[in-house]
């Protein structure tokens, strides 16, 4: 045992210091993004809700639409969200040449504009590539890989150095508490040693999940395990309508109404139009009681057939790539079990983040102290 700790206590110190740094910025980056829905519902503030009565009647989605872009020429629907709740408000997402991400508020009534957010592309989305590849792109996402990587061996060599020798009273104390009325220095080493054994196995899930979506062949075989493909975006444009310049297409409410009836339990659709040059003749749907930014509560993607109002037919591995993918990006999110998991990760990330920095602090005052000595 002894000689294990010391070959993991080497192990665990060069693995943090050559990648301490890196895992600091992916773990910072990550907790930001956690809350994303919560920061952007409270900066929409009343914007949400609308007055109503039932006199009143929703104007034609193609209309308010139709409007935003006539008001915002230079920017490109990416999205709308249409609520069941006849009290909140319609949202159009849209974007500007691929940037500046934001949310319109329109009253689905009168078509009156309540308020655009302010652009979320900074906090989010940049967030968001720091934490996947650093701003590198591909040269970014294979050192995040690879730090990822190292800080599972760091999270498996953490857990043999916190092991105790012998399960008595003080060493139970050592272990479990961060003890009171010491020196700095240890106070540094208990916050490194306690805090990284309580939030070990959540980090690990975090870490796996972070490594099956860095690296393509754990996800494949993640995907082939569980019943997806592992080609399902190549396979999916297959089946994609083709488009038909003298056949009509259904209107937007047709499609969404249409998803209301057929979806009773449905309280938020959300109708996706695809990046392209060319024109399409489908539709990206989501449906639920709640969609967010990145993702949705008891809800589903459906591909919609814009000449039919219909959902396309996929094949079986097809649709269950996208349940894997989703679930994956739950679980690494903390986005599995609403407010209380994204707490849990809020504090796993916020902890995480601060075990590259104790780590380096005790091991440089250690290291310090040794050539006090010498």
């Known amino acids: 045992m002894k000689k294990l700790k010391n070959i993991s206590r080497s192990i665990h110190e060069w693995l943090g210091l050559t990648s301490g740094l890196i895992v600091f910025i992916v773990s910072l980056s990550g907790t930001l993004f956690i809350f994303c829905d919560e920061v952007i519902d409270l900066a929409a503030g009343d914007a949400k809700y609308i007055k109503f009565n039932t006199d009143l009647t929703k104007k034609p989605f193609t209309t308010l639409i139709t409007n935003f872009k006539k008001e915002y020429p230079d920017r490109a629907v990416l999205y709308i969200d249409d609520y069941k709740n006849p009290y909140k408000s319609f949202r159009i997402a849209s974007h500007k040449k691929g940037k500046d991400f934001s949310y319109t508020y329109t009253n689905p009534y009168t078509g009156k504009f309540i308020k655009t957010s302010k652009s979320y592309w900074v906090f989010f989305f940049i967030a968001a590539k720091i934490h996947s590849q650093i701003l590198l792109n591909k040269t970014g996402q294979t050192i995040v890989g690879i730090s990822t990587i190292i800080f599972f061996f760091e999270l498996i060599t953490g857990f043999i150095l916190w ?212």
């Not at 010491?182 to 196995?201: A, E, M, N, Q, S």
């Not at 037919?313 to 097809?318: A, N, R, S, V």
């Not at 209380?340 to 983040?353: D, E, P, S, Y």
Request: hydrophobic fraction near 40%; charged fraction near 25%.
């Open 163 to 374: 092991f105790p020798k012998r399960w008595n009273k003080k060493s139970k104390q050592a272990s479990f508490k961060i003890k009171k009325g010491t020196k700095w220095k240890r106070k540094i080493y208990d916050l490194h040693k306690v805090l990284g054994f309580y939030v070990l196995i959540p980090a690990l899930l975090v870490t796996i999940t972070g490594l099956i979506m860095s690296f393509k062949i754990l996800n494949n075989v993640t995907q082939e395990v569980f019943g997806g493909t592992s080609n399902a975006h190549e396979l999916t444009e297959k089946y994609y309508p083709k488009f038909e310049k003298e056949k009509i297409m259904q209107p937007i409410d047709t499609i969404i109404n249409k998803l209301y009836k057929e979806n009773s339990n449905v309280q938020q659709i959300r109708i996706g139009f695809p990046y392209s040059k060319k024109p399409t003749a489908y539709f990206y749907s989501i449906i639920g009681e709640k969609i967010g930014l990145k993702t949705w509560k008891n809800g589903k993607m459906i591909l919609i057939n814009r000449y039919t109002a219909s959902p396309i037919k996929l094949p079986k591995k097809i649709q269950n790539h996208e349940i894997i993918e989703q679930n994956i990006f739950d679980l690494h999110c903390g986005f599995w079990m609403g407010i209380t998991g994204k707490i849990i990760t809020f504090l796993v990330g916020i902890i995480c983040t601060s075990l590259p920095v104790t780590g380096f602090v005790f091991w440089f005052s250690k290291k310090r102290k040794r050539k006090t000595i010498n």
